[in-house]
């Protein structure tokens, strides 16, 4: 019995110390780097920007609570991640987990790609 649960610590003492070698990638970054931007109107563009400005200003908890307009400007109608998955085609990540984004958002490697994201919005918004 002795054995079998020293194999047993062994196992999770080597799975936690693999996971902090490898740890799993930025669901942020795997979603927006990359990813087509697809607005119809300068609204929709406009809501996405302040979502995008949102995701660099305001705390997870803050973000969790902010509402955005809809296709149709209908306010307070969606969470940052609906609006992540309507206006943005992902090459890479399908899907937001809300846990995971929430958590990854506020990381340095998440704020490079939404600034990334958030300047070449604002160059489309300036030739218009």
Same mark, same amino acid.
């Given at each position: 019995?002795?054995? =079998?649960?020293?194999?047993? *610590?062994?196992?999770? &003492?080597?799975?936690?110390? $693999? ?9 942020? =970054? ?7 931007? +697809? $607005? ?7 809501? &996405?920007?302040?979502? *995008? ?10 973000? !969790?609570?902010?509402?955005? $307009?809809?296709? +149709?400007?209908? !306010?307070?109608?969606?969470?940052? &991640? ?6 943005? =085609? ?5 899907? *937001? ?14 704020? &490079?790609?939404?600034?990334? +994201? ?6 489309? *918004?300036?030739? !218009?």
């Amino acid at each position: 019995m002795r054995k =079998v649960l020293h194999v047993g *610590l062994l196992f999770v &003492i080597a799975s936690a110390i $693999a996971c902090a070698r490898h740890p799993q990638p930025n669901t942020v =970054v795997q979603f927006l780097d990359g990813a087509d931007r +697809q $607005a119809e109107s300068g609204e929709q563009q406009r809501e &996405i920007q302040q979502a *995008l400005e949102d995701m660099l200003n305001k705390t997870p908890a803050e973000l !969790k609570q902010q509402r955005y $307009a809809d296709y +149709q400007g209908h !306010k307070n109608s969606w969470d940052v &991640i609906t609006l992540l998955h309507k206006y943005f =085609v992902a090459n890479k990540l399908r899907t *937001l987990d809300p846990d995971r984004f929430y958590e990854d958002v506020s990381k340095p490697e998440a704020k &490079i790609v939404v600034r990334k +994201q958030l300047e070449t919005l604002r160059q489309d *918004l300036q030739r !218009k």
